[in-house]
């Protein structure tokens, strides 16, 4: 065996110099280190999601478990608690954060997420804006797509949703993130006033009325650009769709939705899970065509495209099913997020002083 193979397969700890990781990327790797969040997964399956602390304990029914046993181990290790039931510890995914961190409002699910990223041709070095940041879970995946390079302008008009969202990206990428801007305010009037016409990449709308951003998307979305919509309801589908078509400055819009079903997996039992991940959203793509261009109407038989004075009415945030959010709640999880932050980001003493502080603040 030549010299640099032996040195290959002994040393997989060199990898890049942590001067030039991308941002967050040290957080991912080396030790379970005090701070950090570890996902334990015991002997019948069943996780728990715990934050290591210097002489901290895990407690459940049947005994508890040191963290001092998981700070400074291999991730994958597996620990032993008091009564000798068995755990094994690893950093949690990004599935994993997403569906367990703290939201204000439904997060994108990780099978959508994915789809935009891949679907909408997120690259390294792009630029993208987004409208309808909820709880940040998809601002998580297209940071992680654009890179510290990149350019991710979010626009959010309640300013709790972007408290939570905040803090859930400081969670995961340990910080701030250089790439990242968010806005409060109106997509339409903001993105106007803050992109120039054509120097956005691709443009990502998760909100109750996307037609209504038509021409704002047109102007500042480049020729060539993606315009990928995340929406709730087929009423919300069709009408986004036929703007586009009667608008003649977009290609065909494609749609579609992802349905995840899981497999039961034990011996010769395989056979597909009980429940499933079926629909939560429905995604719709187009690109803009060069300025001055009119787009080809595809051949099709006469429909009824129109909407009556009732259907325009319809789109309310009850009426599509969202629930209404109290901002007394809004506030209890940003505060929570925040907290998250601090646990994972700094060290353990001033995390401990700042959650301190805030548990002596008074609750509306």
Same mark, same amino acid.
């Given at each position: 065996?030549?010299?640099?193979?032996?040195?290959?397969?002994?040393?997989?700890?060199?990898?890049?110099?942590?001067?030039?990781?991308?941002?967050?990327?040290?957080?991912?790797?080396?030790?379970?280190?005090?701070?950090?969040?570890?996902?334990?997964?015991? +002997?019948?399956?069943?996780?728990?999601?715990?934050?290591?602390?210097?002489?901290?304990?895990?407690?459940?029914?049947?005994?508890? @478990?040191?963290?001092?046993?998981?700070?400074?181990?291999?991730?994958?290790?597996?620990?032993?608690?008091?009564?000798?039931?068995? =755990?094994?510890? @690893?950093?949690?995914?990004?599935?994993?954060?997403?569906?367990?961190?703290?939201?204000?409002?439904?997060?994108? =699910?990780?099978?959508?997420?994915?789809?935009?990223?891949?679907?909408?041709?997120?690259?390294?070095?792009?630029?993208?804006?987004?409208?309808?940041?909820?709880?940040?879970?998809?601002?998580?995946?297209?940071?992680?797509?654009?890179?510290?390079?990149? =350019?991710?302008?979010?626009?959010?008009?309640?300013? +709790?949703? /972007?408290?939570?969202?905040?803090?859930?990206?400081?969670?995961?990428?340990?910080?701030?993130?250089?790439?990242?801007?968010?806005?409060?305010?109106?997509?339409?009037?903001?993105?106007?006033?803050?992109?120039?016409?054509?120097?956005?990449?691709?443009?990502?709308?998760?909100?109750?009325?996307?037609? $209504?951003?038509?021409?704002?998307?047109?102007?500042?979305?480049?020729?060539?650009?993606?315009?990928?919509? =995340?929406?709730?309801?087929?009423?919300?589908?069709?009408?986004?769709?036929?703007?586009?078509?009667?608008?003649?400055?977009?290609?065909?819009?494609?749609?579609?939705?992802?349905?995840?079903?899981?497999?039961?997996?034990?011996?010769?039992?395989?056979?597909?899970?009980?429940?499933?991940?079926?629909?939560?959203?429905?995604?719709?793509?187009?690109?803009?065509?060069?300025?001055?261009?009119?787009?080809?109407?595809?051949?099709?038989?006469?429909?009824?495209?129109?909407?009556? $004075? +009732?259907?325009?009415? /319809?789109?309310?945030?009850?009426?599509?099913? $969202?629930?209404?959010?109290?901002?007394?709640?809004?506030?209890?999880?940003?505060?929570?997020?925040?907290?998250?932050?601090?646990?994972?980001?700094?060290?353990?003493?001033?995390?401990?002083?700042?959650?301190?502080?805030?548990?002596? $603040?008074?609750?509306?």
């Amino acid at each position: 065996m030549n010299t640099s193979q032996s040195r290959t397969e002994t040393e997989p700890e060199a990898v890049q110099p942590q001067a030039t990781q991308p941002h967050g990327a040290a957080a991912r790797r080396g030790p379970l280190r005090a701070g950090e969040r570890v996902q334990l997964t015991d +002997e019948k399956g069943r996780m728990n999601t715990i934050t290591l602390t210097p002489g901290g304990a895990f407690h459940t029914h049947k005994g508890f @478990l040191s963290h001092d046993q998981l700070i400074g181990a291999s991730e994958g290790t597996i620990v032993t608690n008091t009564t000798g039931a068995q =755990y094994q510890a @690893l950093r949690p995914l990004l599935s994993d954060f997403v569906l367990s961190m703290p939201r204000g409002a439904a997060v994108v =699910y990780p099978k959508d997420a994915g789809q935009i990223v891949t679907m909408a041709d997120i690259f390294p070095g792009a630029r993208v804006v987004e409208a309808g940041v909820g709880s940040g879970a998809l601002s998580i995946s297209l940071l992680r797509a654009v890179g510290d390079n990149g =350019y991710l302008h979010s626009f959010e008009r309640r300013e +709790e949703f /972007a408290d939570i969202a905040k803090g859930n990206v400081e969670t995961i990428f340990g910080g701030e993130h250089p790439a990242w801007q968010i806005t409060l305010g109106d997509f339409q009037e903001q993105v106007l006033e803050a992109e120039k016409p054509g120097s956005v990449d691709r443009v990502v709308l998760d909100m109750l009325a996307p037609w $209504e951003c038509l021409d704002a998307v047109a102007t500042v979305l480049a020729p060539g650009g993606v315009w990928i919509n =995340y929406v709730a309801t087929v009423t919300q589908l069709s009408r986004t769709a036929e703007a586009i078509r009667a608008d003649g400055r977009f290609t065909e819009p494609e749609a579609w939705e992802s349905m995840v079903r899981g497999w039961h997996l034990e011996g010769l039992a395989v056979r597909p899970d009980h429940r499933m991940v079926a629909h939560t959203g429905f995604l719709l793509t187009t690109r803009r065509l060069a300025h001055g261009v009119t787009g080809i109407s595809t051949k099709r038989r006469p429909s009824k495209t129109g909407f009556s $004075e +009732e259907d325009l009415n /319809a789109w309310t945030p009850q009426a599509v099913g $969202e629930r209404a959010v109290s901002d007394k709640r809004l506030r209890r999880v940003a505060r929570d997020a925040s907290s998250t932050i601090q646990r994972g980001a700094l060290p353990p003493e001033e995390a401990q002083a700042r959650r301190d502080s805030q548990a002596a $603040e008074p609750v509306d």
